[in-house]
């Protein structure tokens, strides 16, 4: 059984960074992805990035492109989410996400972002 565990959430003015962590414990395989979700209130589950873990490819959903870089450990145990200059937009609830394609079977429980205006 996988778990994964998000931390790094928070409350940061427009234009400022936070770096989301997600914590991977369990078995994966080679063939996995890790990805980042996020849902805001009264909006559905949307994408926001992901990682393949056979070659580390990248994928970003054109809203947060260039603002957000998602990356990984060389263990593939750790995955994180960098995110630069933040809009209020951005605030949601974010996910951490692993299968091997996106979204995956695997959820973390979740992380609060907040970017105040």
């Known amino acids: 059984q996988v778990q994964l565990v998000e931390s790094g959430g928070g409350l940061v003015q427009a234009g400022g960074s936070l770096r989301l962590s997600c914590a991977a414990s369990g078995r994966t395989f080679s063939n996995y992805a890790m990805g980042w979700f996020r849902q805001a209130p009264g909006k559905e589950r949307e994408f926001v990035a992901a990682i393949r873990y056979i070659d580390d490819s990248t994928f970003y959903s054109d809203s947060v492109k260039g603002r957000f870089t998602i990356s990984t450990d060389g263990a593939k145990t750790t995955g994180n989410l960098q995110m630069n200059s933040l809009k209020p937009e951005d605030t949601a609830v974010y996910y951490c996400?692993?299968?091997?394609?996106?979204?995956?079977?695997?959820w973390g429980q979740g992380t609060q972002v907040t970017v105040s205006s």
């Open positions: 996400n692993l299968g091997p394609r996106m979204p995956g079977d695997y």
